[in-house]
């Protein structure tokens, strides 16, 4: 079969003839190009970094960030897709009020993880909708 989607690469529910669902291998794709991050777990604290390549010249140096904050206790490292980072930072910043403003206290780093792979993971699996080329450590 030719490396090319030739068809099956229109929906991320079509598995192509030999199994394969290219637009996860494409979004797969778009981080591997982007960079590497790494998150370390400190007595107290953890410290977030990411590669940062610049692919054009005229892109300045501090205008793609990828390291953001979701709340005062929380952050996010992005790579991949800036776009596609974005959104999963502001779903993220969502979900940290939504938990503030219905139980009264800062919402928990595992149950923030759970709901943000909840919400990446049904864009893997909508029809209509496309995997995002991002990833990110919480």
Known sequence: MASSGSGYDLSSSTFSPDGRIFQVEYAAKAVENAGSAL????????????????PNKMLLPNSSRRIHTVDTHSGVA??????????????????????????????????????????????????SLRPFGATSLL
């Open 39 to 54: 998150g370390l777990k400190c007595r107290d604290g953890v410290v977030l970094c990411v590669e940062k390549p610049i």
């Open 78 to 127: 992005v790579t991949g897709f800036v776009s596609d980072g974005r959104q999963v930072i502001n779903r993220a910043r969502e979900e940290a009020a939504n938990y503030f403003e219905t139980y009264g206290s800062k919402i928990p780093p595992t149950v923030l993880a759970d709901r943000m792979g909840s919400y990446v993971h049904y864009f893997t699996l909508h029809g």
